[in-house]
């Protein structure tokens, strides 16, 4: 079984000040990671990744993330928030063991960026 | 490029009415997904078609039918559609079924069942 928990619904952050949105995980084996963004009224978009390989893995629109194996988390984190980052973000997981294409998704976090 | 299109974008439906949810991908992919969004639930698996000629239950299949009608259309069924049913709907695809492939979602169906 695998499971995502986001323990924030909603992220406050000022504009220029660094932003981080929480993700833990649980996989029977070991994980691939996602991270995808939404905007209103709009599908899901592909952030970053964790396959293997280097834990701090860097993505779209100056996010990164840092999987952390002993602490089962997967952090998005970007230094410098935008007002356009303000969106709906989703933590996905997969097991790599299995190989299988079956996402399990987060609740998602609201993040707001004020000016 | 199109990416992933769906049709229609919004659809009130009453109690009982059946309608079927349209999906096409234009990259060529292998696989295809059918998920369900509401409020505070993220995302959930309906159904999914890790190959042409493929279709599988998800977590959450009660109420619905699929179709792969080819390799770039994957079609959702509600029979007959119940208030419970009320949500976006989103249709994604991936080059392969491997986990670590990166999924592509389409602009999302709102339906509203009353």
């Known amino acids: 079984a695998q499971s995502v928990a986001q323990p924030e619904d909603q992220v406050n952050v000022a504009e220029g000040n660094p932003l981080t949105v929480k993700c833990t995980y649980s996989v029977s084996g070991n994980p691939y990671l996602f991270w995808y963004v939404q905007y209103p009224n709009r599908g899901l978009q592909f952030l970053l990744k964790?396959?293997?390989?280097?834990?701090l893995v860097k993505g779209s629109y100056g996010f990164e993330a840092e999987f952390n194996k002993s602490q089962t988390s997967f952090h998005l984190k970007k230094p410098s928030a935008l007002v356009s980052d303000s969106a709906l973000y989703f933590c996905a997981v997969r097991d790599r063991d299995t190989n299988a294409g079956k996402s399990t998704f987060g609740d998602g976090t609201t993040l707001t960026v004020k000016p | 490029n199109a990416g992933v299109t769906q049709t229609p974008k919004f659809q009130v439906l009453k109690t009982g009415q059946s309608m079927t949810l349209q999906c096409a991908q234009d990259?060529?992919?292998?696989?295809m997904y059918w998920y369900r969004q509401d409020p505070g639930m993220g995302l959930r698996l309906i159904y999914y078609?890790?190959?042409?000629?493929?279709?599988d239950k998800g977590e959450v299949p009660n109420g619905y039918n699929v179709s792969r009608l080819n390799k770039r259309e994957f079609s959702l069924r509600l029979e007959s559609a119940a208030p419970s049913q009320t949500s976006v709907y989103f249709c994604?695809?991936?080059?392969?079924?491997?986990?670590?492939?990166?999924?592509?979602f389409g602009p999302g169906t709102r339906l509203l069942v009353l």
């Open positions: 964790y396959i293997t390989g280097d834990n």
């Open positions: 078609s890790a190959s042409e000629g493929t279709t």
């Open positions: 994604a695809s991936s080059e392969s079924w491997l986990a670590g492939e990166t999924q592509y």
């Open positions: 990259m060529n992919h292998n696989s």
